[in-house]
Every structure is written in structure tokens, then in C-alpha cells.
């Protein structure tokens, strides 16, 4: 019996695999992912990264809309301090990030979701490091399913529903607590 | 509708190996949109582009995504490839599957399900993405060259020649740097003076320099083609345009211990001084923190000026009626240059020897490093290059050379090879060899790395002509016994214990980045290494361009290098910066923030936030002209594309372009 719920666990364990996005800025830690990939240090598959131009164009609800897509953690990386290439994005992203956490926070996220992290673009072995770290705390966690509950509970999902199956735009701009959806592309 | 085409690279078989290239084709071959999806072994070749353009015309594609290597690696390859068959560039982009997906993954079922996912996040947004045009720019055909050593002198000199002007900034009173300190030159043994000095004049001459030695550049501002820089010119005290160099300044100082930097420590200067006799501009600077007057004057908090203190070089000035020494440039002064580009040219540094303190360095005068001995078989230097040691000025008759000692040592910091080492030590024991006949020369080493044009041959010839003594093997312990210096070590080949008395030991010590590279490069906007040396754009390809576009590398900052290479990538960089002046206006990338008039509330956080100051004020008027709002409006030449006004907008009226809001989050849908 025992056994068996072993097996089921290593089963399930199988089955779900954490999804971590990374923002990373263009000019240090793309770099440095870059640098991880030419010294072919090897690191965990379970990342995703999405490339901007610098860790200052991060809008906290790019986060949000990243867990409300079933991300199960989320990584923000950029220069480090001082070291920005736009001179001080990294400094308003900073700001911004602090605020954010504790706002994240406050609405029960686990902050071990959601990381930070300076790598810059000499740093490959560091990336590597950190997406690893990231990914196993993320395991450790299970998948992310407090989004969900947040929303089902607020009755936006239902909500849409209703203006979907209502005619109505549900899915055109962002809903007061949700963010803007994607409109489709011509 | 869209039309998009995928080509995925099999990269021979970096990305082959483990990811299923043809899988990720088939995969996205079904995403929404994509009509056109191939895999192909390397389509970075000829045969590879032309995939992509012919695939363009057949299927009348309207964007292109390249799923291979990094961006930085090969996105213009590509880009010019679309815009080739008339599709607007910037609908193209890659997936990045190699650096960030086959080389750092080994299941291959893993890092084909991401590769596909990577593929399907950039079709997203690519299918948003908007046709741009580059912006224009003008171009100020006037480069800035930081550093006066040999790097910044080549460079200057082959960007002045073809006919540009070139601003020379040199933190010394001098230029030439280090190459001005050495005796002789491996691999041809000619005296590194003799062929340096009359560029250094070059310099000095020619019409189209402007030189500011004893300058530092504080701030940079502006980017490709239109950089404006601060100089900091830190005080000299003496008027250059009344100085003749006569040197009876210098004679008169009553300072006359203070260690000369130039001879590293092995001889003094004055307080007034210029560093050699053979410096250009031949013209002394006062030291303030060693000068008695200006150490007076401080005490007191009065300017120099107005203190009575020594004031002996001023007497012995023979300019009349105005003297060239004068108190009264006692504070630094700023000038600001506008430049179209950037070269630097910085150097290296070495540790102090205090740091090796195993081998008896810092502690014993007889333990010096290469520089020093440089200084001491130099003509220019303390001992007019007569083979004498520090200490009591006796012959050396056994010298013991040193190498690796902080270089290939990861405990030390330094986990590089510096280079250089290998041969200036084979160099090191012929010069001593043909100063010292019946002397011994031994030199301790792990590999001797001799790779370049008639370097093999050149330690060779230490060995065979001159009788240099090599040992393979590391160096524990160095100490003192009576007047000699006891080496010991290991000879890893004879696998014997190795006692030496010597009379002097020569440390081969590891070449470091110059102190306050990593100030400079944050000021410039630049990446530097963990070592802190400054980073090429790309190791191979593009070896002396740095990330920010206009800035050009030269010489031992980016890395330890021999002067031959060093002027190699000098004259390299100045043929990028005059390719770049070549034309009036630049092409500049069009990723920039815009402003949507209608929704903007005039907070201006976005003003606020702005590192470059791009944001401007914009008024609105109806057609009486009555004022109707304010609304951000963005300069175009000057925004960098950061897009921190667009994340910081309240009410979401500014986007920038290549990455708006709707593109961002088309690519987290689509994970």
C-alpha cells in the first residue's frame, strides 16, 4: 500500500513539470544566458525566457499575467546595480519590484515564486545557478493553483462567462483585478 | 491575416544533437498563422538565406522567425535576408534554441517540448510585430581615445590620418603608458623607447589631435554618433602655454623622495615632476599631495596661492616676466567635447607585489616583479640600465625568474593566463644574460605558452644561445640567509626538491585589469568581464566593438595581450571608427518609445524616469491656437529604446515599439 502511494507520487511527479518564466533584460542576463550556453554549463529545462530590452520595461503585471497563464514561478533578471546599460533601468526596476512584492505578498504568493536576481553578462555559471535554484524551490512548492482559486473566488472568470455568452467584449481590455487580454493578431 | 515562416537550424548539430529540429518544424507547422515551416542544417549559409527568401516570395510571407542561435549572434544575418526579398526587417526575429536551449540541455525530449515552446512564443509576436524604419542620425566625424598608451596612440593616429579629428585623453602627465617603461621588446629585442617615443611625438604633432594628458573622462552622455563627454583636467599648477620643459623646477623641488611610478617604485621623483625625460608633452605637473606648499596651504584651508610655504620651483622658473609655475591653477577644470565615437584604450595594471607575500615580495628588496626589472636593464632607468640590485647595488650573479605567480590561479583571482609572462621572462634572461655574463639565470614554470610569429624560437634561444636555466615546477617558499635569497622549490620532471641562493628574485606577476575599469565602464555603458576587464561584443566576430554601438575596445583593457596584438586591434578600432564616419548619417535602431496623444494625462513620471531625458513637453492647440493639454512627446535621436517610460505610464499611453504591451503579453499567452 505504501508502495503504492509512492509510485503514484513519483507518477504525478512526472506528469507536472513547474514552468517558470524569466523577464530578463537584453544586455546583461541574456547575455550571460547566452555565455551559459556557449560554456555549456547545464542547467534545468524548466525555464522560459522572454527577452526585453532592460529590466526597467518590466510592468508588474506582466508578472501577474504570467501566473494567471499557469506559470508556477516567476524570474526577473537585469543588470547588476550600477551596471545598467540604459544607466538606471535597473534601479526603477528595483523600486518597482520591492513594491510589488509586498504586494504579492499580501495577496498570499509565495514569494518563492517570484525571484529576482542580478546576473550579469559574464555571470553564465551564475544563470545557470540561479534558473536551478529557482526551478527546485518551485518543485518543492507544487504547481501554482492559488491564481485560480484567487479568481474563482472574485467570480471573474464567471463573469466573463457571462459577457462572453452574453455577446458582450469579455475579452477585450483588462477587467478591474486582471489584466489586459491579448487581442488577436490580424 | 498573417503569413509567417518558421526555419528551424539545425546548426550542424549543436542544435541537432539535442533538439529534434524537424520536430519543432512539424510542431510549428500547426501554430496559428504559420504557413511555411522548414528545418536545414545550417541556415546561416548562403543556401540557408536562401531558403528564407525564396520561402518569402513563394508563400508571400509577412514575417519570418529563425529558430537558432542567439540574436546578438545572427539576427542582422537574417534581418537583411528578409529585408532582401522586401519584407521590413523587424519581421523578422529568432528563437534563441541554441545557447539557451541545446547547449544547456541534455534530454533531448526536454529540450525539443522548449524549443518548440520558444519557436511559439516569437511566431506570437512577430505576428504583432510592426514594420520600422531606422531612424537617421547625424554623425560628429570626431572620435575621443581614452588612454595614451600604446593602444590609444595607434588609434589616434590611424583615425587623425584618415583624416578625423581625434581627442586623446591620458590620466598621466604623460603619454606612452607602460610601453614607455620597458627596456627591450621580445620577440626582436629592440629597444621599446626608440620605437616608441617618435609616435609619441607623432602625437603631440600632429594637426588633427587634440591631447589632454592629466585628464580623466568623468562623465559621457549621447550615444552613437553624437556622444558629449566631460574631461576632468586635474590641476597641473603650471601654465603649458609658457613652459618650455626646461626641468629647473624640477632641480630646485625640495621633494625629492617621493617613489617614481614611472621606475615603479625603484628611484624617486620630485614633488614638481615630469615623469621621464622623454615625456610628451615634455611639460611637469605638481603632485598635491606630496608638494609642501599645497600640503601647507591644505592645513591652513587657504589655496595654495595665497601660501608662503617653499615656493621653490616658482623661484627657480626662468620664464619672464609671467612664470610658468603658477598656484593659480590649483583646481580642476571641465571641458565637455562633442564625439561621434569612442575609443578605449585604458590598459592593464599589475597587483602590488605586497600581494605575493610567499616569495618574499614586498618585504625583501631584492624580490621585484617584471616591471621593475625592466626598469632596472632600462637605459632610462635608475641604474642608466647597469644590472644592479635594489638592494645594495651589487651585481646579481644568480637570478631566479618566477613565473605564473598570481596568473593560472584560481586562489589568487586570477584563474587566466596573462600571456605576456612566458615571453617577457625568456626576454628577462638574455637581457640579464648579456648584461651579466658569468651570471646565472634560472626560471621556474609551468608551461611555457610561446605561441605567435618567431616566439618559439625566441625562448629557445634563451635556452639554447643564452644559457638560461628552465625549470619545470612551482616555486613555496622564498627567504632571506645572510645577503642571499633562498628559493625553494620542486622540479617536477626530475622530481627533485630545488634549492637556489640567489642574489635576486624576478616575479612574472599577473597582468589585472587597469583600477577603476569597471567605473569607466559603467560611465560608458559597457560590459566588463568577472575579471574586470571590458567585453567585446563578441569573442570571435567581433573582437573590437563593444555592446553599445559607437564604443570600440583597444589593447590590453578587454584582455592581457603583447604589444603586436595590441596594435593590431588599436589600428582594428580606428578602422571601425572611420568605417562608422564614412558617412554623414547613421542608421540607428528604431526600437523607441511613442506617445499616444490622445491618452496622455501629462504626469509626466515618464519625464520623470527617463535616463536620457528624451521626453519632451508638447502642447496641444486647437485651431485658434487656445491651448487645450500637455502631452509627452518622445525625441526620437535621443530615446535609447529602454522602455521604462512605458512600463511606468499610468494611464498606458506610451509603447515602445518592438516591444509593446500587446507583444509581451502575446509571448507569456503563448508559454
Redesign the interface.
Given at each position: 500500500m505504501e508502495h503504492k502511494e509512492q509510485k503514484d507520487q513519483v507518477s504525478a511527479q512526472r506528469v507536472w513539470q513547474p514552468k517558470v518564466i524569466a523577464f530578463v533584460c537584453n544586455w546583461c542576463t541574456y547575455a550571460g544566458a547566452d555565455l551559459a550556453g556557449t560554456s555549456r554549463i547545464k542547467y534545468d529545462a524548466n525555464i522560459r525566457v522572454i527577452r526585453l530590452p532592460c529590466t526597467g520595461r518590466i510592468d508588474p503585471l506582466f508578472v501577474i499575467k504570467a501566473f494567471e497563464q499557469g506559470a508556477d514561478g516567476v524570474l526577473v533578471s537585469g543588470c547588476h546595480p550600477g551596471d545598467c546599460h540604459y544607466n538606471t533601468g535597473n534601479y526603477h526596476a528595483r523600486r518597482r519590484w520591492t513594491l510589488f512584492r509586498e504586494l504579492l505578498e499580501f495577496v498570499g504568493i509565495d514569494l518563492r515564486r517570484v525571484q529576482f536576481a542580478w546576473v550579469s553578462a559574464a555571470e553564465g555559471a551564475k544563470w545557470a545557478e540561479v534558473v536551478n535554484e529557482m526551478v527546485q524551490h518551485v518543485r518543492e512548492l507544487g504547481p501554482f493553483e492559488g491564481y485560480h482559486v484567487m479568481l474563482a473566488r472574485s467570480g471573474r472568470d464567471a463573469w466573463l462567462e457571462k459577457a462572453a455568452a452574453g455577446g458582450g467584449n469579455g475579452s477585450g481590455k483588462g477587467v478591474a483585478g486582471g489584466t489586459p487580454a491579448v487581442q488577436k493578431a490580424e | 491575416?498573417?503569413r509567417i515562416g518558421v526555419f528551424v537550424c539545425h546548426c550542424g548539430e549543436n542544435i541537432g544533437r539535442t533538439v529534434d529540429a524537424a520536430a519543432v518544424a512539424a510542431a510549428a507547422s500547426k501554430f496559428s498563422?504559420v504557413v511555411h515551416a522548414v528545418d536545414y542544417k545550417y541556415m546561416c549559409s548562403d543556401p540557408g538565406q536562401n531558403l528564407i527568401r525564396q520561402a518569402i516570395k513563394e508563400k508571400r510571407l509577412t514575417g519570418v522567425v529563425v529558430a537558432a542561435c542567439?540574436?546578438?549572434m545572427h539576427e542582422p544575418t537574417f534581418r537583411r535576408a528578409t529585408a532582401e526579398s522586401g519584407v521590413n526587417p523587424f519581421l523578422c526575429e529568432m528563437a534563441?534554441v541554441?545557447?539557451?536551449?541545446s547547449?544547456?540541455?541534455?534530454?533531448r525530449e526536454?529540450?525539443t517540448?522548449?524549443a518548440i515552446?520558444?519557436v511559439r512564443?516569437i511566431v506570437?509576436k512577430v505576428?504583432?510585430n510592426q514594420p520600422l524604419v531606422p531612424i537617421k542620425v547625424p554623425v560628429t566625424r570626431r572620435a575621443l581615445v581614452i588612454g595614451g598608451g600604446i593602444a590609444g596612440i595607434q588609434a589616434a593616429l590611424d583615425i587623425a590620418n584618415g583624416g578625423h579629428e581625434v581627442i586623446l585623453v591620458e590620466k598621466d602627465p604623460s603619454i606612452g603608458g607602460h610601453m614607455a617603461q620597458l627596456s627591450e621588446t621580445f620577440p626582436t629585442l629592440d629597444c621599446s623607447q626608440c620605437i616608441l617615443t617618435p609616435r609619441m611625438v607623432e602625437v603631440a604633432q600632429h594637426p588633427k589631435i587634440k591631447l589632454y594628458v592629466y585628464s580623466e573622462v568623468e562623465e559621457v552622455k549621447g550615444f552613437i554618433g553624437n556622444f558629449e563627454v566631460k574631461i576632468r583636467r586635474k590641476a597641473t599648477s603650471v601654465n603649458n602655454a609658457l613652459c618650455t620643459g626646461c626641468g629647473a623646477c624640477q632641480a630646485a623641488c625640495v621633494v625629492k623622495k617621493v617613489p617614481s611610478e614611472f621606475n615603479r617604485g625603484l628611484g624617486s621623483r620630485t614633488a614638481i615632476y615630469s615623469p621621464f625625460l622623454q615625456a610628451v608633452p615634455n611639460k611637469p605637473v605638481i603632485d598635491q599631495e606630496n608638494c609642501l606648499r599645497y600640503k601647507a596651504a591644505q592645513k591652513k584651508g587657504i589655496p595654495p596661492v595665497e601660501s608662503t610655504v617653499c615656493g621653490k620651483c616658482l623661484q627657480a622658473c626662468p620664464i619672464a616676466p609671467q612664470k610658468a609655475v603658477d598656484f593659480s591653477l590649483w583646481q580642476d577644470t571641465f571641458v565637455t567635447e562633442k564625439v561621434g565615437a569612442i575609443v578605449v584604450a585604458t590598459g592593464f595594471d599589475l597587483p602590488p607585489l605586497s600581494t605575493y607575500g610567499e616569495y618574499g615580495a614586498g618585504k625583501y628588496a631584492d624580490v621585484i616583479d617584471g616591471m621593475q626589472f625592466e626598469r632596472l636593464a632600462s637605459a632610462s632607468g635608475p641604474t642608466q640600465g647597469a644590472m644592479k640590485r635594489p638592494s645594495d647595488g651589487k651585481e646579481p650573479k644568480e637570478v631566479v625568474f618566477i613565473q605564473c605567480v598570481g596568473s593560472r590561479d584560481n586562489a589568487r583571482g586570477c584563474a587566466y593566463c596573462s600571456k605576456i609572462c612566458c615571453m617577457y621572462t625568456a626576454k628577462h634572461t638574455m637581457l640579464y644574460k648579456h648584461k651579466v655574463h658569468d651570471g646565472k639565470a634560472s626560471v621556474f614554470y609551468m608551461d611555457v605558452r610561446a605561441a605567435g610569429k618567431d616566439y618559439d624560437e625566441f625562448w629557445r634561444r634563451a635556452v639554447e644561445e643564452d644559457g638560461a636555466q628552465y625549470l619545470r615546477g612551482r616555486v613555496s617558499k622564498v627567504y632571506k640567509r645572510g645577503d642571499k635569497l633562498i628559493v625553494k622549490g620542486v622540479d617536477t620532471l626530475s622530481g627533485e626538491l630545488v634549492e637556489i641562493k640567489a642574489d635576486m628574485v624576478v616575479l612574472a606577476t599577473a597582468i589585472v585589469a587597469q583600477r577603476g575599469a569597471e567605473r569607466l565602464?559603467?560611465r560608458l555603458?559597457i560590459?566588463?568581464?568577472?575579471n574586470k576587464f571590458l567585453?567585446e561584443a563578441h569573442p570571435k566576430l567581433r573582437p573590437v566593438e563593444t555592446?553599445?554601438a559607437g564604443i570600440f575596445l583597444a589593447g590590453a583593457c578587454q584582455a592581457p595581450k603583447d604589444i603586436p596584438d595590441t596594435v593590431a586591434q588599436a589600428s582594428g578600432a580606428a578602422s571601425k571608427v572611420q568605417g562608422l564616419f564614412s558617412s554623414q548619417e547613421l542608421a540607428r535602431d528604431p526600437?523607441v518609445a511613442h506617445v499616444n496623444e490622445a491618452a496622455c494625462v501629462a504626469c509626466w513620471y515618464c519625464a520623470d524616469?527617463c535616463?536620457?531625458g528624451a521626453i519632451e513637453k508638447k502642447e496641444i492647440r486647437d485651431k485658434k491656437g487656445n491651448l487645450i493639454k500637455m502631452v509627452a512627446s518622445v525625441n526620437e535621436g535621443v530615446c535609447?529604446?529602454?522602455?521604462?517610460c512605458?512600463?511606468?505610464c499610468r494611464s498606458k499611453s506610451v509603447e515602445?515599439d518592438g516591444?509593446k504591451?500587446?507583444q509581451?503579453?502575446?509571448?507569456?499567452?503563448a508559454?
Open positions: - | 491575416m498573417a498563422g542567439s540574436p546578438r534563441n541554441r545557447e539557451h536551449c547547449w544547456v540541455h541534455e534530454n526536454e529540450a517540448a522548449k515552446d520558444l512564443v506570437e505576428k504583432r565602464a559603467q555603458s560590459a566588463y568581464d568577472m567585453s555592446n553599445t526600437t524616469c535616463p536620457y535609447q529604446g529602454c522602455g521604462l512605458a512600463a511606468t515602445l516591444f504591451d500587446e509581451v503579453y502575446a509571448e507569456i499567452v508559454l
